[in-house]
C-alpha cells in the first residue's frame, strides 16, 4: 500500500500525504464494463500492480511488477505506459506535484520532470525497504522492518532511528515533517507510534494484542487518523479511529471480518473509502459512525488506492487489476451480509436437528418447502459430514428489494481454532436449478490463519425472487467436519439498469 496520504489540496490541510525517460509505448483507452460507481479499466497488463498515487484530479501514476508504470493524464479515461528501464518490482509510488516524485523497488528512483529522466539513489540498507514518505524535495523517508531512514538532501545521504520490533506498514507525517506515526505489525499483534520532533524519537501509542495495523491515514490533520485491522484472532477487525492524535482509538462500523477492509484513505475528515478482500468496498460520510458495504464487480483484492480530489480515486491490485472512481467511491453493487442467527430469523438460517442422512437435506422457508423434506441441523452442531454429504441451508424470503437483481453471490466459512478440512461449497435455487452448482474443492483456513475460505459466483442476473428460492450447500471433501456457525453468506445486488 501507498504509506501515505493527501496533500494540502485537501481542505484546511496542513497534514501531507504520500504511497521514467517518458516514452509513449501505447496508449492504455478504454473502460471495461462494470457492476459499480468503481470501474474497471483496461489497464493493459496482467502483471501485479502494487502502488497507485493521484496527483491531482487528472494526473495519477500507477507502479507495479517487473518495471511497469503507467501514468493518466485525463483522470483516469486513458493511460501510458512509461518505459523507465527498469526491471525490478516497483512497490512504492510517490508524486509531491506533476513534476517531482519517487519510486521504490529495487533502488530509490526519482523524476523531477514528471517521468521523463530518471536518476537512482542508494538504498540505505542492503534489503528490506518497504515503505516511504517525501515531505518536500529535500526531506523523505524510508522504512525496514523497525527502522525509520531520514533524508534532508532528496535522498543522497540517510541517517536512521529504531523504532520498534515490528514490521512498520504505514508511515506519515505533516506538512512540516514534525509530527509523524509509524504503524505495523509483528506475530500478531499491531502497533502505532508517534513522532513529534520530525523521526529523532518514537514514542509508542498503541498496542493491539492480537491484532494488525495496516492501511494507517490521517486524512486532513495530525488528529484525526485511521487504521485497518483484518485478522480474526484477537481485536475485532474494522477500521479503527482517533480524534486525539493518536492517544486513543476506538473501531468503527466497517465490515465484517470476512472481507477485510485492509486499507482505508479519506478525502475529508467525514468522506471515506475502505477497501477489503475480494473486491469488497465500504464508503462513509459520518467519520465511520456508519458505513455503506458493496461490491467492486471483481473478486480482487486491491494492493493500494489514493484519491486526487474528493471525487476521483483510483485502486490497483494483482493481474493487472486498475479501476477508477469519480463519485468519490460510493459503491452501487450493494451487500446483504448473512449468518445462521437462530430460529425464525430473516436474515439467517432456520435452527434444527438432525439430518445425517445419506443424502441432500434440505431445509427450505415453509412457503417453499415440499412437505417432509428432511430438516438441517443446529446451528451449533456439526454439518457436512465426512461421508462427503452435502447439506442445503434456506435464506429468508424477501430479503432483496424490488427492482433490483443479484449479480453476485458468496458463500464463506469463517475459521475456527483447530478445523481446517477440505470442503465445497454450493447453491440451488428450487424449481430453477436442477441441481446444487458447486464450487472446487478448497482447505479452509483455522484460526491461525488471517482469512475466510469461500467462493464467489459472479455475472449472476437475478431476480428477487430468484433469492427467495435460493438454497446454500455445504460438503465436506476431505479431514475434520464443518460447524453450521461458520457459514455465511454475502449477497451482491444492485438497482436494475
Known sequence: M????????????SWRRI????????ALAGVLPAHA????????????????????????????????????????ASWTKLRSGLRANLIRVQFLDASNGWVLGGGLHRTRDGGASWQTLALPASDGISGMYFVNTGLGFLT???TVFKTTDGGLTWSSVRVGDFDIMGLQFDAAGMIGYAGGTDWGSGYVYKTVDGGNTWTQQLWLGGGMVTGLHFPVDAGIGYFTNVTTEGAEPGVYKT???GVTWTRTGAGPASDGPVLVRFTSTE??????YRGTIFHTTDGGASWTEGWLGRDATPTGFDFGDAATGYLVGRDGLLARTVDGGTPSIRATFLHPVGAGSVNGFSEYTGCYAPYDCVNDQPANAPAGAPLAP??????????????????????????????????????????????????????????????????????WIVGWSGWSWSG??????????????????????????????????EPVP
Not at 504511497?19 to 501505447?26: E, I, K, P, S, Y
Not at 459430514?385 to 437483481?405: E, K, Q, T, V
Open 378 to 447: 443446529d446451528w451449533r452442531n456439526y454439518v457436512a459430514d465426512s461421508a462427503g454429504n452435502r447439506i442445503l441451508f434456506a435464506l429468508g424470503d424477501g430479503l432483496i428489494p424490488a427492482a433490483h437483481r443479484v449479480v453476485g453471490l458468496r458463500v464463506y466459512l469463517a475459521p475456527t481454532q483447530w478445523n481446517g478440512p477440505m470442503a465445497s461449497l454450493g447453491y440451488q435455487r428450487l424449481g430453477i436449478d436442477a441441481a446444487p452448482v458447486d464450487s472446487p474443492a478448497f482447505w479452509v483456513a483455522n484460526y
Open 460 to 493: 449472476l442476473n437475478w431476480t428477487p425472487a430468484d433469492v427467495d428460492a435460493l438454497e446454500i450447500g455445504v460438503k465436506s471433501v476431505a479431514g475434520e467436519r464443518l460447524e453450521a456457525g461458520q457459514v455465511f453468506v454475502k449477497i451482491y445486488y
Open 2 to 13: 501507498n504509506a501515505r496520504h493527501h496533500r494540502g489540496r485537501v481542505p484546511t490541510g
Open 271 to 276: 468522506a471515506g473509502v475502505a477497501l477489503g
Open 144 to 146: 525496514s522492518r523497525g
Open 37 to 76: 460507481d468503481w470501474t474497471l479499466i483496461n489497464s493493459g497488463t496482467s502483471l501485479d500492480l502494487y502502488g497507485v498515487d493521484a496527483v491531482d484530479a487528472t494526473t495519477a501514476y500507477v507502479v507495479g511488477e517487473r518495471g511497469t508504470i503507467l501514468k493518466t493524464t485525463d483522470g483516469g
Open 243 to 245: 480524534v486525539d492524535g
Open 19 to 26: 504511497g521514467f525517460g517518458l516514452v509513449t509505448v501505447m
